[in-house]
C-alpha cells in the first residue's frame, strides 16, 4: 500500500482478509438495503425532484430521522464501547477538513449529478436492479468520473 | 405484514430504516457505511493505472463495499418481485411543475421518456443518464462521499466536513433542477 504524503487511502483500511462469513453478511445487509431503497422510494427521480422543489417534506423526514436514528446509534456504540462480532474495536476515523474545498466544490458537482439523474450511487444500483436498466450506463459514466477525478486529484484544490 | 412488503413504507419507517445500517455495518466488522467508495474501488479493480488514487489494495479494503453493492442490485430485484408495481405518489404541485417540462409519462420509479433505452440517443436522455452519472461518479469521488457517507453517516457522527458536503449537494440540486433541466427537457 502506497505510503506517499498526500494519499488518502479510502476510510477503514485495514491488512485483514475478509472471511467469507463477515462478505455473507455484507452481501445480506447490501440487500437488505437495496430493499429499503426500493419501499422507500428514495431511489426514485420523481422524489428528487420533489424534494429539490420542496413541495413535500417526505425526502427531508426521511434523512432527517434517518441521521437521528444513526447518530443515537453511534453515540450509543462510543459511549458503551461496544466492539464488533470478532471482538475489534468500533473506530471512525474524522475526515480532514482542510480547506474544505473538496467538500463544497464537490459537493456540489454531485449535487448537480443527483438532481439530473434522480439518483445518487446506491440507488443507482438498486434501479438497474428494479429493472431500469439504462442506469447501467450511469455506472458506467459514474466510473468514468469517478476515474477521471483520480487522474485529475493531484492538481485540485482539497 | 402484505401491505408492508407491497406498499410505499411512511417516513417513519423508512428514515430510521436507513439510518440502522450504520450501526449493523460498525457492528459486523468495523465499516463506515457509504457507497460511493465501491465506485473507486471498481475503477482500481478493472482498470490498473499508474494513478495513484487506484493504487490500493482493493480486495482487502474495498471488497465489503464491493458485496455490499452487488447486494443493493439484489435488493432492488426482490423488491421489484415481491409486490405489485406501483406509482409514485408525487405531490400535485411536482407533477404540475414537471408537466411544464414536457414529462406526461407518470408511472414507474423514473420517467421512461428519459430514463428508458429508446430515450438514450436523444438529448434528453442522454443528459441525465450519462452526465448525471458522471457528475455523480466525479462530485462523490473529489467530495469523497455521496448521500450515504456523508449525509447519513458523517452527519451522525457530527463531522463538520460532511456538513459542508451536504450544503453543496443541496446546492448542486437546486441548481440542476430549476436552472438546468429547463435548459434541455
Redesign the interface.
Known amino acids: ?2 505510503t ?1 504524503p498526500g ?12 472471511p467469507w462469513s ?2 455473507a ?29 420542496f ?4 425526502m427531508y ?11 443515537a ?2 453515540a ?2 462510543k459511549r458503551l464501547r ?1 466492539k ?3 471482538g ?10 482542510g480547506h ?1 474545498v ?21 440507488p ?12 447501467i ?15 485529475l ?2 492538481r ?1 484544490p482539497h | 405484514m402484505a401491505s408492508f412488503v407491497s406498499a ?2 411512511p ?33 482500481s479493480a ?2 490498473p ?1 499508474r ?7 482493493w ?7 464491493l ?14 418481485h415481491w409486490g405489485a408495481p406501483r406509482d ?1 405518489a ?2 400535485e ?2 407533477r404540475l ?2 408537466t411544464r417540462l414536457h414529462i406526461h409519462d ?1 408511472s ?4 421512461h421518456e ?4 429508446p ?2 440517443l436523444t438529448l434528453r ?1 442522454f ?22 457517507g ?13 456538513l ?15 436552472f ?2 429547463p435548459l434541455f427537457l
Open positions: 500500500m502506497s506517499t494519499t488518502i487511502q479510502p476510510a477503514n483500511a485495514d491488512r485483514r482478509v475478509q463477515a462478505l453478511c455484507y452481501l445480506l445487509l447490501g440487500t437488505c438495503f437495496g430493499f429499503v431503497l426500493t419501499k422507500s422510494e428514495v431511489l426514485s427521480w420523481f422524489r428528487i425532484q420533489e424534494m429539490f422543489r413541495d413535500s417534506p417526505r423526514e426521511i434523512i432527517a430521522s434517518a441521521v437521528v436514528v444513526a447518530a446509534s453511534v450509543f456504540i461496544l464488533t462480532a470478532s475489534d474495536p468500533i473506530t471512525i476515523p474524522p475526515k480532514q477538513l474544505g473538496r467538500y463544497a466544490v464537490g459537493g456540489t458537482i454531485f449535487g448537480l449529478g443527483w438532481a439530473l439523474t434522480g439518483a445518487c450511487p446506491g443507482l444500483f438498486a434501479l438497474v436492479g428494479n429493472g431500469v436498466t439504462v442506469m450506463a450511469a455506472i458506467a459514466s459514474a466510473l468514468v468520473g469517478t476515474w477521471l477525478y483520480g487522474l486529484r493531484p485540485l | 410505499p413504507w417516513w417513519y419507517v423508512a428514515g430510521p430504516a436507513i439510518g440502522l445500517f450504520v450501526p449493523a455495518l460498525l457492528i459486523v466488522g468495523n465499516r463506515l457505511f457509504g457507497v460511493s467508495s465501491s465506485l473507486r474501488h471498481l475503477c478493472i482498470v493505472s494513478i495513484e488514487y487506484f493504487r490500493y489494495d480486495k482487502r479494503t474495498g471488497l465489503w463495499n458485496v455490499f453493492v452487488a447486494g443493493i442490485l439484489i435488493g432492488g430485484i426482490v423488491a421489484a409514485v408525487i405531490s404541485s411536482t411543475a414537471l407518470f414507474g420509479l423514473a420517467p428519459l430514463f428508458a433505452w430515450a438514450f436522455g443528459i441525465p443518464v450519462v452526465v448525471g452519472g458522471f457528475l455523480v461518479g466525479f462530485g462523490t469521488a473529489y467530495a469523497g462521499g455521496c448521500t450515504s456523508h449525509a447519513i453517516s458523517g452527519l451522525a457522527d457530527l463531522q463538520l466536513p460532511s459542508i458536503a451536504v450544503v453543496g449537494f443541496f446546492a448542486g440540486g437546486l441548481i440542476a433542477t430549476h438546468l433541466l
